[in-house]
């Protein structure tokens, strides 16, 4: 038998297991290598520039003002302290939107299914008009063309005498409380989360003694005391503290208003833009999810003898559910992103204040956009892995 | 005992349906179906009688469609003349005026590519596919930025408006693509090293804005490189977002894959197949035909995302028309400004998605 010997590295070559440790090694080779590269070009660019490196600069005085602060904020503060306003405006204008969002989501992706031809036309043609548009263009829509051309603070639009809209932005009452009401306010939170974990731990409990011939009155006692003291503990409490509650109304003063809650104009526009873009895509995983469930489903829990409202609530809504949450919480994610396009509108966000100003000052590009960066990822990837734990526990269990 | 659940007596059997043909079944039937729905018909339809003819007399029958500045428009309607006036502006940007027959043969070879692979009368779709793949990107090029044969050689600063946002379109997706697949075999590959870049260079794009990664590509790509290398404003822009939408690509396609049996490539395999043969010959055709709705959908967002290279100074459709609102010859237009090039946006978009869910349905 003629069997030509194959030189040694031939014979390697076509050994998968060999090839694959190969490959492997050559990227990881190049990767270290461009990596060299890059920090090696960075550094002596940085150099030339006469740039330094570290994170010193965050201890350093930022020396630029901030129109919207959570916290305590002024010049004389330094940049890590600009970090965390920006972070806190990004949080607040993306809890504010996931908030809208949903409920307008939820509202056109029901008014879509709905048997009304009108009502589901003009469901879907806000669908299609508002999610293929560029978001940016929206956001300029809202701030430069509608809130841009509002009156100025004399001529301002009221509403009841106690909201005013102007180009300054809108101003709203806003509650005064003295110690003893932020008592009854903790109180009234603490009584919510109480009913809330005992309702969840006794849920399965609860259900079961539904359907027990002497347990079933029983059970309507119980759900309505937990009702019930929701409201009455805060309620006994406000009488023995000294609760007080007065709303502080914005008052005309010179050429502004002054007190109550001033949303700034740069707030608004960002929050209708990012609420209304991202309701669009809402609406759509919404009627998905609830197509989803099939009709079979809905006959045969009318023919149980379910009624309508428990329908939707047994069987339809806990099976759309399985099927919205994932992608809502994608578009969730969606939404914290593109509420960096702040930026574009002068919205003090992480983007703009961090990744704007404070680079601009400072010229430190590479920490600055590794930090801005890094926000984001943790804020995706503690999502995603939270995602994934839902995931597993609300799968379809099958045999 | 009561039950709270279940009904109490038998459901009574319903009516006989009443006549359901005709204008005026449909409209019992769609419309006026309960009182509750009647409610909801009669309040929509007032809101649209608020809403609609004010609309139009605004826009259409008040409106000015030409003129020389804002004070030649009349003041209750729409001043469309900022639109007229400037269009050729927010088609072709700053290109020197005597080159835009360039542009124009740029715009005739996007259309005539993607009319012969859209129109499925027209037959030689591999070819179509072949020239927009691999002879579109390199003759635009050479048209539009010049240099050679005797043309001018046109910066990339000059360019602006409709022209800029259709070239990082185009040239994103045409990028986005393969790098997308190729990051998608590679985060299912058997090699560990292999698998842990990919999915981590997708993970990390797809968790930061994308404004975050132009900011990126415009401010750090210079300090990357050694610095006799310049990259023009318009190719970071670009690498900027094929770097993004690649890890969203890789998704997609990654969908597709999964969906292949595993059949497929032990079959491959037991007819002596390497990888790379049955990845291109038998895998990959198959996925990509299946995820054709999320490729559209990627694209849809790219050319939604093009928008944003305003942030590093880049002129496209948007942000042309943002700097001609700032004209004093002009000023006050920003409705009608954002609604042309909202409406431009929305044409391609919706004509995109339309399109895909056509293809879907055959």
Redesign the interface.
Known sequence: MANKRHPMLVRLWRDPVWRAVLFQVLLILAVVAMVAWVVNNTLSNLEHRGISTGFDFLSQSAGFGIIQTLVEYDESHTFGRTFLVGLLNTLLVSFLGVIFATILGFLIGVARLSSNWLLSKMASIYIEVFRNIPLLLQIFFWYFAVLGILPNPRQSISLFDSIFINVRGISLPWPELNAGMVTVAWVFMACLAAVLVLRFFMRSWLLKAQHQENKGQMVLYIKAAMASSVVLIPLVTSFLVDAQLRWEIPELKGFNFSGGLVLIPELAALWFALSIYTAAFIAEVVRSGIESVSKGQKEAAAALGLKPRRVLSLVVIPQAMRVIIPPLTNQYLNLIKNSSLATAIGYPDLVSVFAGTTLNQTGQAVEVIAMTMAVYLTISLTVSVLMNLYNRWASLVER | ?KS????EKMIPAREPPVNSRGVLGWMRE??F?TPS?SL??LT??YGLYLILPPLWQWAVMDATWTGESRSACNVDGACWAFVTARLDQFIYGFYPESEIWRVNLFFVQLVLILGWLMIPAIPGKKLALGLGLLVLPVTSWLVLSGGYFGLPEVETHKWGGLMVTLVLALYGMLASLPVGVLLALGRRS?????RT?CTAYI??W???????VL??AS??L??????EIVFDKLVRALIGIVMFQSAYMAEVVRGGLQAIPKGQVEACQSLGMGYWQSMLLVVLPQALRLVIPGIVNTF?ALF??T??V??IGLFDL?SIV?AA?NDPEWL?S??EG?LF??FV??LF??GI?KYSQRLEKN
């Open positions: 005992m709270t659940m279940m009904e769609k419309l179906a729905q909801i018909t929509l339809i058997s090699m560990p090293v292999i870049f993970e990390l797809r968790g930061v804005p994308l404004i975050t900011f990126m401010v750090m210079p300090l990357f490189v050694p610095e849809i939604k995302d928008s944003l305003l942030v948007l943002q609102l006050g920003a409705v954002y090039a909202g946006f929305w978009c919706f998605s």
